[in-house]
Structures are given as structure tokens and as C-alpha cells.
């Protein structure tokens, strides 16, 4: 019975002496956590910028903006490079040969990857062949696929900077008025609205 009292005894004390030693080994002084604290707040980069209020800070800005979103329309692929690069997947088709449906293993597509353009390139990290990849037993995947693909990301990009063109205040997103603006030059271009008379544009508008 004694053994049992003493057990118990070093059993409650013991959770109190460990939890008093680890406090005091986690024991920081105020100042000094204050002070570890504020010198890693001076190194947070900021990740906002306010908008230039005066006339030559804005047009600055504008004009950098205007320079960014054309560098980025040359980085797009045209469609031109897209069709040179089905001709080049389907010169490199791998065996055994397949002519309704051809394909290509990794190690030809990347050959072909190499003649194509730098925008081509950019498009294809070796992640995407193993996304398209539908358990050919030869390891390869559908030309067709990777065409789609291809054509798939040059609208996206396409539509992408389209859009950015309509961002007035340039803060990577339209507002409603840009939006009006956007959808209003588009109705022309659309086969389904190309015999709607003006006067009934905002309607459409208002609908979208």
C-alpha cells in the first residue's frame, strides 16, 4: 500500500515539474521577444503599391503597364506556330504507326520540342505529357491530344489579354464598367449577334 501511495504521489508531481521546466526553457523576455519580432517585421516585402495620384507618376505607370502587356502578347503562340507544330508531331509519330490516330512516345515528343519555338517550349513542361498520357502500352500519347492542348492554351492566353486590355486602372481586374466596355465591343464578333441593331446593345449588355 505504501509502494501505491508513493506511485501515485511521483505521478501528480511529476506533470507539474515537467510542465515548469518546459515554461521555463520557452521563457522569452518581453523586450526581447519585441525585438526578435520587430526585426523580422522590417523585412515583410510589401505586396501593394496605391495607385500614382500625381499626373507623371500615372502616365509612368501606364506606359510600363503598356510594355509589360505587349512583352507578354509576343511570348503567345499564333496560330501559325500551332499548325507547324502538328506537322512536326506527325512527321515524328512513333511506331507502330497508326494513321487514323497517331501518336508519340516522350522521347520523340521531346525532339520535336526542340525544333519548335521558344513559345512552344514554354507550353510543355514534362508534366503535361504524363497528364495526357491514356495507358498506351508503347508509352505514348495521342498527336491529337497534344494539338488540343496546345490550341486550348493559346485561347486561354489570348483571352487572358484581351481582358487585361479593358483593366483601366491597370489592378488586375475589371470592374463593372470595364466589363460594359469589354462585352460591348464583342457583340459585333459574335455570329448569333452580328444582326442586332445598336440600339439594343445595352440590353444585352445588361442580360451578360
Not at 501593394?48 to 503598356?66: C, M, S
Not at 505529357?129 to 492542348?149: E, K, T
Not at 493559346?154 to 486590355?165: D, F, V
Amino acid at each position: 500500500f505504501d509502494l501505491f501511495t508513493k506511485f501515485l504521489r511521483e505521478g501528480h508531481e511529476t506533470p507539474h515539474q515537467d510542465a515548469a521546466t518546459l515554461n521555463k526553457k520557452l521563457h522569452i523576455p518581453r523586450d526581447g521577444a519585441l525585438g526578435h519580432a520587430h526585426h523580422h517585421f522590417t523585412k515583410i516585402p510589401k505586396f501593394y503599391e496605391n495607385i500614382p495620384t500625381d499626373p507623371l507618376g500615372r502616365k509612368l505607370r501606364e506606359e510600363a503597364r503598356a510594355l509589360f502587356l505587349h512583352r507578354k502578347s509576343q511570348e503567345i503562340i499564333s496560330s501559325d506556330e500551332a499548325n507547324s507544330l502538328l506537322t512536326l508531331l506527325e512527321e515524328n509519330a512513333s511506331a507502330p504507326l497508326d494513321p487514323e490516330s497517331p501518336k508519340i512516345n516522350y522521347d520523340d515528343f521531346m525532339r520535336v520540342v526542340q525544333k519548335a519555338t521558344p513559345a512552344i517550349a514554354n507550353l510543355f513542361p514534362p508534366t503535361i505529357f504524363a497528364d495526357l498520357y491514356q495507358n498506351d502500352p508503347y508509352g505514348r500519347v495521342r498527336i491529337l491530344d497534344l494539338y488540343q492542348y496546345t490550341m486550348r492554351k493559346m485561347w486561354y492566353h489570348h483571352s487572358r489579354m484581351g481582358l487585361s486590355l479593358y483593366d483601366s486602372i491597370g489592378q488586375g481586374y475589371l470592374r463593372e464598367s470595364d466589363l460594359e466596355d469589354y462585352i460591348y465591343e464583342l457583340i459585333p464578333t459574335m455570329h448569333q449577334l452580328s444582326q442586332l441593331q445598336e440600339t439594343f446593345y445595352k440590353f444585352y449588355v445588361c442580360t451578360a
